[in-house]
């Protein structure tokens, strides 16, 4: 008990003395690191080598030679933003009419033939909703096939730094490790496993669009796990001996 | 030159890519990275004119490109790039040796954490806001990980030269000789 007392004390000294040389205490929070640094020589000595090593880190990062810039061509200006605006205006009018004329929903369904290769796990084909009303637009879906990793992803980005990603996976299949992800949501649909993930993004923002992309694809997807059972049992069946 | 308000990116350069070098553990995915990502941010539509938005927006915008390729490889950590010559080697190297050896063995969270706070400069509510976490997880995590690259930095073959004055400081002991 008095051993995790002292551990606690220490930790939390340790995080002020951080927070000290990274300039982030008041004032009197500072005196009283500064007061102490002058008092104990261990103290002092943690704090030498933390100010060395953040010099040794800063002048790490101005050693890096910095990416050379090839930037792109400045935009064209006069009729050519006119005309831009036309030639989207009419795509978009195209796309809607054949969207009305297949009376298909938005949601983008990935057919397991046009996949690379449907992993052998999935029973189901999978959905990528449409997330363009919340800004987002899909960017890319990759398979991977390298088991226990045999699942797909879907890269949604957006403006001002915004990207999603939906991972989908057959239940049983272990679930991948995504560094730096803030947010995440999982929920099953049939045999699939959904998760979202988002990457700093505020976390209202984030549950309206978890929201509804998991409306959008408990909508699209069978009614329930049925269909995916009874193919199942199709497959699986042994030899009736009645 | 880039146009105004984009008339911060050549200075930030540098530590764009020092930032996303250590979350990719690759000079050339990083300098490609950055370069893709300065190419993202001079087409955007809009962009912040305050400049430390624009700062954080820049970093956001190579972070979030970092992430994208780091799945892509499906590589956690790539391995550390083979360091020069030793015999080549000057002291500012042999202390950039170091640090990046000790970078590469750090946790992703970790490495992200000293990239944001020491590499991209950013205060601790700044970190806070763009990971989405409390300012005591982010006081608490730059804690663990400057600890973790300590010991990573003490457990190298590499080890950082002693610094000059505490040399003297030995001789000047009462127990030194």
């Known amino acids: ?242 | 030159m880039p146009c105004a308000p984009h008339r911060h990116l050549t200075d930030l350069l540098p530590r764009l890519t020092a930032f996303a070098r250590v979350l990719l553990n690759d000079t050339d995915f990083a300098n490609d990275l950055v370069q893709e990502a300065a190419s993202r941010a001079l087409s955007a539509r809009s962009v912040p004119i305050d400049p430390p938005a624009y700062r954080a927006w820049m970093f956001k915008i190579v972070r979030n490109a970092a992430l994208d390729e780091l799945r892509r490889q499906r590589r956690g950590t790539l391995p550390p790039e083979p360091a020069p010559s030793a015999f080549a080697c000057e002291e500012s190297w042999i202390a950039k040796i170091t640090v990046e050896q000790g970078l590469a063995s750090l946790s992703p969270d970790h490495r992200e954490i000293v990239a944001l706070i020491e590499i991209a400069g950013f205060s601790y509510a700044e970190t806070a806001d763009l990971l989405q976490i409390p300012v005591g997880t982010v006081m608490s995590r730059i804690t663990r990980a400057r600890t973790a690259l300590l010991a990573a930095i003490q457990s190298n073959s590499v080890r950082p030269l002693t610094p000059r004055r505490a040399k003297t400081n030995k001789v000047n002991s009462p127990h030194g000789r």
């Open chain 1, 1 to 242: 008990m008095a051993d995790d007392r002292m551990a606690a004390a220490r930790t939390d000294e340790l995080e002020r003395l951080n927070a000290f040389v990274d300039g982030e205490l008041s004032a009197d929070a500072r005196a009283q690191v500064a007061a102490r640094i002058a008092a104990d020589p261990d103290f002092a000595r943690t704090h030498a080598t933390l100010t060395r090593l953040r010099a040794g880190l800063s002048d790490y990062a101005v050693s890096v030679p910095p990416a050379s810039l090839k930037l792109p061509p400045p935009r064209r200006s006069g009729l050519w933003p006119a005309l831009a605006l036309s030639a989207a205006t009419i795509t978009l009018l195209v796309v809607a009419a054949l969207g009305i004329a297949s009376r298909q929903d938005s949601s983008v369904h990935v057919a397991a033939t046009q996949l690379p290769v449907l992993p052998a796990a999935f029973g189901a084909r999978p959905i990528f909703p449409d997330l363009a009303a919340a800004g987002l637009t899909l960017v890319r879906v990759d398979a991977s096939q390298q088991w226990p990793l045999e699942h797909f992803t879907a890269v949604y980005t957006g403006p001002r730094g915004c990207r999603l990603e939906l991972h989908v996976r057959a239940d049983g299949i272990a679930a991948p490790a995504i560094p730096f992800a803030t947010h995440h949501r999982a929920w099953q649909v049939g045999p699939l496993i959904y998760e979202l993930f988002a990457f700093g993004m505020p976390a209202k923002r984030f549950g309206v669009i978890a929201d509804g992309a998991e409306q959008q694809i408990r909508a699209l997807s069978p009614k329930d796990s049925g269909d995916f059972l009874l193919r199942e049992a199709r497959v699986n069946a042994p030899p009736c001996t009645g």
